[in-house]
């Protein structure tokens, strides 16, 4: 079944350490992006790629770096410079239909990041 | 990016139909309008989108009004599986960034 897979669920950091998150599709969509979400919150774009080997900044970018070397795989690393990471982590794509479409969007599960 | 308005927290009796509202005045014309709902703990789910019509399809019904300044969805019969976030959003389609505002808590009560 086609879809998208998040990797790890669970995660602990120690404070200072960098963490990279993964996510692959197989979906063949073009586009792919990363939320945060907060408890009670709603979800928060980190950053977004339209093709590959190119990704732009979302909202709340600060602390995070990105890398889209293949169609499929989009990981986000969450650097020692993001002052509050504990967060659910949350990857999605689209097909990315242009003009002519809609952007609809899948998701993954998620992966939870605890920092100690 | 145009801005979605949605209220906090709803109630409903379970079986009962539910209609749950959105603004959007500053939609623009080529803005689709897109629902997905969140169970805790997972990612959100995809349920409806339109553009100037209304929709419907096995989960869920869209009402656009006529000047798109707001939309209803619509759960025919609501079940206790329909407890969730449901979130409303805009999209430009084409290459533009997809954001998510807090949403709408549904309780469904038995």
């Known amino acids: 079944d086609g879809g998208i897979t998040q990797s790890p669920k669970y995660l602990f950091r120690k404070e200072g350490q960098n963490v990279t998150l993964s996510c692959e599709q197989n979906?063949?969509?073009?586009?792919m992006y990363w939320y945060r979400q907060d408890p009670g919150q709603g979800l928060r774009l980190i950053y977004y790629s339209q093709i590959v080997n190119d990704f732009q900044k979302g909202d709340i970018a600060e602390g995070y770096s990105v890398s889209r070397e293949k169609k499929e795989s989009f990981p986000l690393t969450v650097t020692s410079a993001q002052k509050n990471p504990t967060a659910f982590y949350l990857c999605a794509s689209s097909i990315n239909a242009g003009r002519i479409g809609a952007n609809v969007l899948t998701f993954g599960a998620g992966s939870r990041l605890t920092v100690l | 990016d145009a801005k979605t308005t949605q209220p906090n927290s709803m109630e409903s009796n379970e079986e009962e139909p539910v209609h749950l509202p959105c603004n959007h005045s500053?939609?623009?014309?080529?803005?689709?309008i897109h629902w997905y709902r969140q169970l805790p703990s997972q990612g959100p789910e995809y349920v409806i989108h339109?553009?100037?019509s209304n929709v419907n399809n096995r989960m869920a019904s869209l009402a656009i009004a006529e000047d798109r300044k707001s939309s209803t969805l619509i759960l025919h019969r609501a079940t206790l599986r329909d407890a969730a976030v449901y979130y409303c959003?805009?999209?430009?389609?084409?290459?533009?960034?997809?954001?998510f505002g807090t949403g709408t808590k549904l309780q469904v009560i038995p």
């Open positions: 979906l063949n969509h073009d586009a």
């Open positions: 500053t939609i623009s014309g080529t803005d689709y």
């Open positions: 959003i805009l999209d430009s389609g084409g290459y533009q960034k997809v954001t």
């Open positions: 339109g553009l100037t």
